[in-house]
């Protein structure tokens, strides 16, 4: 069975930058592909960030392309998201997902394993 642990969320104020952390145990991380999504309160799960197997292939949600980026450390286990020029719409649970079936994905359903995400604020 495979734990993911997301860690890094907080407050921040408009226009800093935070870093996600995302550690994976028990099982090949190599082998999965990973996601961050993030959900505000009273909306949906949304996709923010994916990448592949060992980080060549990154993809993003086009509201945060240029302001997010994913990276992933397989000798750790590790992926993250980093996050510059916040803004008070980046306000949201962060959860890392993986997969073991899809590169990419940006659907809920196309991933496996979830953490029970990381609060971030930000404050104007």
């Known amino acids: 069975q495979v734990q993911l642990v997301e860690s890094g969320g907080g407050a921040v104020q408009a226009g800093g930058s935070l870093r996600l952390s995302c550690k994976a145990s028990?099982?090949?991380?190599?082998?999965?592909?990973m996601g961050w999504f993030r959900q505000a309160p009273g909306k949906e799960r949304d996709f923010v960030a994916a990448?592949?197997?060992?980080?060549?292939?990154?993809f993003y949600a086009d509201p945060v392309k240029g302001r997010f980026t994913i990276s992933r450390d397989n000798a750790k286990n590790t992926v993250y998201l980093r996050i510059d020029k916040m803004k008070s719409e980046d306000t949201a649970v962060y959860y890392c997902?993986?997969?073991?079936?899809?590169?990419?994905?940006?659907?809920?359903?196309?991933?496996?394993?979830w953490g029970q995400g990381t609060q971030v604020t930000v404050s104007s």
């Open positions: 028990g099982g090949t991380f190599s082998r999965a592909a």
């Open positions: 990448i592949g197997l060992i980080g060549t292939n990154t």
């Open positions: 997902a993986a997969s073991y079936a899809v590169v990419g994905g940006r659907n809920v359903f196309e991933y496996d394993y």
